[in-house]
């Protein structure tokens, strides 16, 4: 028996696991949880369960060309005919490359690069956007560097107060849990969430913000905060700029205003300002419920201004951090599948980046497209005159997770060519002309970087099934379909070998690209994570003869990543959400995750034990809202937005505001949550609004 000691498949915890799988294919394959800071020992049930879909009927073992198995010549020699067809008549840009925040290290960055280098286009982007973009931006410009967390999360064993800012970690990531019990905490969120509970009975605190209020919440905690003398002025004088401009907004929020707006009362926005500054060890905290806005840049901003008031970032036992969500979001973010971005977390318009990327890849910068669609514009122009005319999708089940998702299976639908790879045929790969099955987590070895900056080895316990290759096989194979198709006019060709399909040789390269750029890799090898170093980016190579870089477990001590090494106040203001609620529309509706599912679901809702926990969509309701409109706990019901209709259980709840309504999104079909969401986005980040649409309840 071969066991490979490795991470979860799922969130951004990356829980240590060890696989084991027996000698045969098909050989039963056990899961067993392993000794790791971030878990310690612990599993949630997605973890327990991960191994159920190695072997699952429903895996995908063969190429399909609209529903039809064929071999894997015949299905990347038609893609290479079509992509090739497609650029000459139409140009580079009417390519367009999808990628997800579950891809390892090295499918990020190749992702990029082929899109850039074999495709030529600047059409790529991910599902990122649905999930960190806003906290990315809003703690690029106010600390110069975004990662999610800047220390470990072993860090907040010994907090005394953390402040959960649209957060439910205890369903999310619950081994988390277990680093926040010496804490008070106070959890905000419009749910009486598992979190928020855990956290009133433990003597914490709950606050329940109106969707879409956070940032006017926060403004009245700044302001607070300074009323009550707590501003910790050596701090803001010695560490920060922009101060002055900040308190100009926050000063016209006084509390009374905040609470009319929040529905927070006076008393429980100072009591939050009273923990949060008399401790001495204290984190805030935020996640999708505050930064899924079409402001949620701001708001993101809107809480850093406060830890900045309070002295709390760069301060050793004190801090503020962001909890990353899917499983490679911190790192999917760095090396390049993003519209704007290339390899190193270097900006695309930035004319020192191209010039070492390109030499990395050993192309012209001149020849590398600038930045593209974001994720929501890309998915909106699809088909239409100037948009991509076909798309290839890699680590993402669109047509549940993205806004507004009617809309967006028409467009997908308008394609002339729609490629999907992935392990089974979910609702997105329903749609493709051609869906290309590859290999699982345990399938594969490579790198992932953890919620904490920490990068991680994944590592292989099984051969795929037979027919299943793996991403990078497939994008190195269609790669070389391409070139062999290629239109010497188009400009010069890749060079030999510039789509390996070995992740090491991939890491490698990766390392080079990296070098000099925020999140730097450069000093980091697979020798190194194997030898079981813990690495934290930046960790950049040093001369030979000097010791190896450590790596940098914990930001900003001595100075933030601005070149003054200041960290900046932004001045932002409360604005509302993009929709109200109405006479037609009456109620907020927010959605989430639970307990038993993960993003789009098509990996759990495969999984027998966790599909039998939450078999199907629900809504909670408050029992009296429910009332209201005629309806009971576990009637079928209608959840109706201007953009579309959910179906979904009605399940009473306590403790959820009455006037809001909560979703979770992890079901397709006439379940998906995101037929009623709005896609308005954040003018910064391009983030949809998924957290705050106004919708009614209908009987089904
Ligand atoms: Fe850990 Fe997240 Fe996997 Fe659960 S889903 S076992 S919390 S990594």
Known sequence: MDSAATHCPYCALQCGMSVTAGPGAGDPVEVAPREFPTNRGGLCQKGWTA??????PERLTTPLRRGEPVDWDTALGYIADRLTALR??????????????GLTNEKAYLLGKFARVALGTSQVDYNGRFCMSSAAA??????????GLPFPVTDLDDADVVVLAGANVAETMPPFVSHLRGARQVVIDPRYSATARAAAQAGGLHLRPTPGSDLALALGMLHLAVAEGYLDKTYVAERTTGFDAAWRVAAQWWPERAERVTGVSVADQRELVRLLAGARRRYLLTARGVEQSAHGVDTVSAWINLTLALGMPGTPGSGFGTITGQGNGQGGREHGQKADQLPGYRKIDDPAAREHVAGVWGVPAASLPGPGRSAVELLAALGLPGGPRALLVFGSNLVVSAPDTGSVRSRLESLDLLVVADLFRTETARLADVVLPVAQWAEEEGTMTNLEGRVLRRRRALAP??????????????????????????????????FPDQPEVIFEELRRASAGGPADYSGISYARLDAGEAL????????????????TPRLFLDRFAHPDGRARFIP????????????????WATTGRVLAHYQSGAQTRRVAE???????????????????????????????????????????????RPDTIFLPFHFGAEQTANLVTNPALDPISRMPEFKACAVRLEPA
């Open 88 to 101: 000459g008549a139409h140009g580079p840009d009417s390519v367009g490359v999808f990628g997800g925040g």
């Open 572 to 587: 932002v203001e409360h604005t509302a959400p993009a929709e109200q609620p109405d006479a037609e529309f009456p109620l």
């Open 610 to 656: 966790l599909a039998a926990v939450e078999p199907r969509s629900f809504v909670e309701v408050d029992p009296d809202t429910a009332a209201r409109a005629g309806l009971a706990d576990g009637t079928p019901v209608r959840v109706v937005s201007r953009r579309g209709a959910a179906s979904a259980v009605l399940r009473y709840v306590t403790g959820l």
């Open 536 to 551: 934290h980016w930046p960790c950049p190579a040093l001369p030979s003869g000097v010791a190896a870089h450590p790596g």
């Open 465 to 498: 099934p037979p027919g299943v290759r793996t991403d990078l096989q497939v994008l190195s194979a269609l790669a070389a379909a391409l070139d062999a198709r290629r239109d010497p006019a188009w400009g010069p060709a890749p060079p030999p070998g510039a």
């Open 138 to 147: 809003a703690g690029g410009r106010a600390f110069g560097l975004d990662r």
């Open 51 to 56: 191994a159920e879909l190695l072997h699952h």
